[in-house]
């Protein structure tokens, strides 16, 4: 099951309210940020300020992809772009339908893509009362290490509670990944983008020097790539887009070196998540040899594709 992350908003209110449980569970998944009962009025403080550029809170609802069910709640929050840092907080699987499914890691996840691939941070943190040990079973199996205990930090009627403090690093979080990837939106370089053409010999088809393949990189709504630890492009994808309805994912394209690891669809998902974002209607068109694996990844045929005869066959190189 996978999840994506869409913006948290007002029409969100009621749902997380019903879900934040008794005063002992809202604090245990917020924290002292809330006070029971949670209301629309502390909501609205709490997203008053986010969610927009320069913001230092992001707030998320997690919805599961194949039935649009919003499934839970994270936030990122303190980001502070100077030190490199960030903290996750108000994680919480609302659905107990969901619960157990290992939902909770993939949320995670989906906020360390933001905070260390888009946000170029350093240093994720995190706090978690111990007594929760299956919140932290998902972070240890994320890949965070335990900085320490905060004795006695919070107390909830006659008890004190302890605060287990754990963060992942960048280079932690590049491990947990298999092979230290790194994935930017941002543009490769013209020679980069001309040599991995090259390798899976889509020159041969394209006959374009790199300073032309590099403007139609810069002229896309979005481009997507992957570099190996030696800062190697890898990987690549692009959306073409007006930006308000529709968008084409096209150019997707991974090394030989690296084909059949996961890269291809790691970059398909980050396009399909951007696009969704935007709430753009999203095409693709590809080779009939590739129409079971586009398949695999949530898409179906609905239309047959054309080109100009004139132009010379595109080479299955680049295939996934």
């Known amino acids: 099951m996978e999840v994506e992350l869409q913006y948290f908003k007002s029409a969100d209110f009621e749902q997380l309210i019903q879900w934040a449980g008794s005063s002992r569970f809202l604090l245990q998944w917020a924290g002292p940020s809330f006070q029971y009962p949670l209301d629309v009025e502390q909501l609205e403080r709490y997203i008053e300020g986010a969610n927009v550029q320069g ?19 994270i936030s990122l929050g303190a980001i502070d772009v100077q030190n490199g840092s960030a903290r996750i907080g108000r994680v919480l699987i609302g659905d107990p339908n969901f619960r ?11 906020v360390l893509k933001i905070a260390i691939d888009e946000l170029k941070l350093h240093r994720v943190s995190l706090g978690v009362f111990d007594f929760n040990t299956t919140a ?9 290490k335990q900085d320490g205990v905060l004795r006695d930090i919070r107390k909830f009627e006659n008890e004190y509670w302890n605060l287990v403090e754990m963060s992942i690093l960048e280079e932690e979080w590049r491990g947990q990944l298999g092979m230290d990837i790194r994935y930017t939106r941002d543009v490769p370089s013209p020679q980069d983008l001309f040599e991995l053409y090259d390798a899976v010999r889509w020159n041969n088809y ?18 997507m790539s992957a570099y190996d630890s030696r800062n190697k492009l890898i990987g690549t994808g692009r959306v073409i887009s ?11 394209v991974v090394h030989p ?58 080479d299955q190189a680049g295939a996934m």
């Not at 707030?59 to 649009?68: D, N």
């Not at 999203?282 to 100009?308: H, N, S």
Request: hydrophobic share 35%.
């Open 55 to 73: 913001s230092d809170r992001l707030i998320y609802k997690a919805v599961h992809r194949e039935t649009g069910t919003v499934v839970g709640h």
């Open 257 to 314: 070196e690296h084909q059949g690891r996961g890269i291809g669809k790691e970059l398909f998902n980050r396009l399909v998540e951007k696009c969704r974002k935007d709430s753009l209607h999203i095409q693709l068109l590809c080779t009939e040899a590739l129409v079971p694996y586009y398949k695999r990844l949530g898409f179906e045929t609905f239309a047959t594709g054309m080109k100009d005869k004139v132009m010379p066959k595109i």
């Open 136 to 144: 932290l079973a998902c972070y240890r199996n994320v890949g965070f």
């Open 100 to 110: 157990g499914q290992k939902l909770g890691e993939k949320m995670v996840k989906e």
């Open 242 to 252: 007006d930006g308000t309805i529709q968008a084409l994912i096209c150019g997707l």
């Open 206 to 223: 394209l006959k374009s020097p790199p300073e032309k393949l590099h403007q139609a990189m810069v002229q896309s709504w979005c481009v």
